[in-house]
């Protein structure tokens, strides 16, 4: 039972599971799946309610704040203790060869420690990958109104417009941005 958690899970696996927390969410609560929303939570909820904003009754939407801390808490238990000894991701030949064009040569860890690393950080190409990546995904979830899970999964199976636009939208922005801004990123 052990290998079965601690190896990846199939798609056919992992998809049935998102789908049934959906309905679960709605049938059990009338509540919305999305991750997005908990950082508005958190806010409403440790400053002071001058920002109209934030001025909402947070504590209606605590469980969300539980689920993220599960997600965090699973997150943990998952990496620490039921993590299967580690092996070097499987990279597409082509994407192996295009990284290394750009100097990237470790590929033994899911994210390149040759981009991802505190001394890259004070580099114009790790500030604009780490600081202004991160910035750009958080306010643009909050712009659309939430994030990709929460409107590709939650929006769309409930059949509200605006979330398929939203996705589509994400997925135009990251095709753009995969084949035309982080290569120009990457050749800084």
């Known amino acids: 039972m052990l290998t079965f958690f ?31 929303s908990s950082f508005r939570h958190v806010c409403a909820a440790t400053f002071p309610n001058g920002i109209k904003f934030l001025q909402y009754d947070w504590k209606k939407e605590q469980w969300n704040l539980f689920f993220v801390v599960g997600v965090l808490l699973g997150s943990f238990i998952a990496s620490y203790y039921l993590s299967a000894p580690a092996q070097a991701p499987q990279l597409h030949p082509e994407l192996v060869a ?22 890259n950080l004070f ?9 202004m990546g991160g910035f750009l995904i958080g306010f643009g979830s909050r712009y659309a109104g939430g994030c990709t899970s929460g409107h590709a999964i939650m929006g769309i199976s409930s059949l509200q417009i605006p979330s398929v636009i939203a996705t589509c939208c994400f997925m135009i922005g990251g095709f753009i941005s995969a084949n035309y801004i982080v290569p120009f990123i990457l050749s800084l």
């Open 6 to 36: 601690q190896q990846p899970w199939d798609w056919y696996i992992a998809g049935p599971v998102i789908g049934i927390l959906v309905p679960l969410l709605l049938l059990l609560g009338n509540k919305s799946f999305g991750i997005s």
């Open 98 to 119: 295009e990284m290394q064009q750009y100097g990237i040569t470790d590929f033994t860890q899911l994210t390149p420690a040759q981009l991802f690393n505190w001394q």
């Open 123 to 131: 580099t114009l190409r790790g500030f604009a990958m780490m600081i």
